[in-house]
């Protein structure tokens, strides 16, 4: 994974993937159901909607610990959303994420989960990530499994699952 400045805003790049912060014009094209030729034909997706209503209340979501487009590398289209639940509580940060129906099953959650967890530990005083997730949802349950989250706690219908910074791991 590498990341570049650009905008005072961190893009991550993976293997196959490019997580950028949104901007407010794609929020508002997201609300307003405006169509864009950067998208895939599924974007937005519910999930993405939500996010897009909620920058408003929560601006630091729109910032460099915020959330983030899914930007496939080969098509360079949008596939879906990935968001820090800035700012951190206790010296931890909830992670969400969500891809379009079309581009599912191809291991873009977890390549994308796996990047901003890491870089969401390099943050300051930020130790832990985590993701609650349904036990109805056994696609999620594998997305953190293969994102190196650990499963810490089974609660009535939910798994809480975590990623920590390594003891050693000074910055």
Known sequence: M???????????????????????????????????????????????????GLFGQFPAWLGEHGHRLIIERDSGLVVGSIGLFWPPSEGTLEIGYGIVASRRGLGYAPEAARALAEFALTAPGVHTVFANVELSNPASVRVLEKAGFRRWATEENTARFRITKPAHHER
């Not at 991550?12 to 949104?22: A, N, S």
């Open 2 to 52: 590498t990341s570049s400045t650009s905008s005072a805003h961190i893009q991550l790049t993976t293997d196959r993937l490019v997580l950028r912060p949104w901007t407010a014009a794609e929020a508002t094209a997201v609300l307003d159901n405006t169509r864009s030729a950067d998208w895939a034909d599924d974007f937005p997706a519910e999930g993405d909607r939500v996010v897009a």
